[in-house]
């Protein structure tokens, strides 16, 4: 068995500082193909492209590492890398990131990064994605690269089943502050929006969208609590989104 | 107390069958308000949008019925809806179809409808997608308007928590051979992808997304199973996506 293959995707583009960092780390650990969007995804969700062809094109990206960006969403390019150059066969793993701010709670629901590695684990890869809680788009990514470079080591020699998908999120602190990882529950928070209204020079409204994040769990269990501790928290996710524990509620209902 | 207040969304677009069919079906069970997108949002799953304003602009629907399009997707709907139209209050139900196309098993992910659902449920505010077994944008709306209404009639009686997130999956017949209702699991199955690759008159590859559905399960509690015996198929959905389950041996390979 040769080098693990490796994809590696994001949201913020082929372009961003946080997949260089990435690919970087984990270049000693496998074979890297990267298949990014060309422009920044930030808030598509798990959206797919039906209605207009993709692209996708060979690119120069770091010495020794297969590129290429693509017009579509993260979803789209775990999609077509897996048909196209990996010619229906599945890579060993697929990370996505990482990405510039957090994804931790609620934001898993409109993270493109975490849309990438659900369509990973749909396609029965396993799949991780790093976010960092920074959205500097100039952050520095050496502690979290280094922490991307340690969790998938691990995650390589361990016997993971098909079902692996990890939500993992890292604080913006210096290595050596780093406390540790906690696998811990996604957090009930969520983000209280206000949406700012303008007139544009016709005279006609608009909206811009601003939000405050609120976190209403004081569970110490969660990705929230453990992040502000100082942890990286890892939160395994699952796409399967019965609500088993309200079936029977349900079924009362519509008797 | 007043009728019940009900926001009423979709993601094929204010101008889709599915849209008109639901709110004439639902405007016996209370006060409508509409805010829908402008233009089709299909595959968009759960994206919001961040980095340009959206607009909402008054528009004639159905006499008696207040409406608004909407430059955003289903999530930015009921955002809005819920930020500038009910002053940051909730409406008493969110309703968001009928869908042209099944939002069953794994297509719950990719699903702007389920995505408007589940953006008013982390809101707090009771919520229900519709969707109908036909991608026929023409299809007869006729058996679905009529179960949508006498599903959301039992589900306004009930003693519903805030939690309620129902996604409804309406087989495409005529009402009397349907079934009838069965609260089920989200069935394993998944699109099972192609890409045609094509080439451009510049000579530049481009690929179009092709897939077959396939159901790997074979569980009589899904909602993959009872759809295809005729019954209309309600699997409860949460937002809190960590897998319980897996948190033992996730531990394991980090300790």
Redesign the interface.
Known sequence: MGKPKILVTNDDSIHAGGIKALVKSLMPLGKITVVAPKL?Q??????????R?????KVDFIEGVEAYECSGTP??CV??A???LFKKKNPDLCVSGINHGSNAS?N???SGTM?AA?EAA??GIPAVGFSLLSWDEAADMNASANIAYS?IK??LN?D??K?????VNIPYMPLEDIKG?K????A?A?WV???E??EDPMG??????KGQFVNFDDRQDTDEFVLSNGYVS???????????E??K??????D
Chains 1, 2 share one sequence.
Do not use: C
Not at 204 to 209: A, E, T
Not at 234 to 244: M, N, R, S, W, Y
Not at 249 to 254: A, S
């Open positions: 920044p930030s808030g598509m969700g798990h959206a797919i492209t039906l209605n062809p993709i692209r996708m094109k979803a789209d999609k077509l897996k048909s196209v609620i898993v629901v409109y849309s659900m749909i396609e969790l691990k995650i361990a993971n089943g079902n692996l998908l990890l939500n990882v696998v811990v529950r996604q009930d969520k929006e206000e949406y209204e303008r006609n409204k608009y909206y811009w969208l890892i939160v395994p996710i699952k796409f399967d989104l019965t609500a088993f309200e079936i509620d349900i079924k009362k209902i519509f």
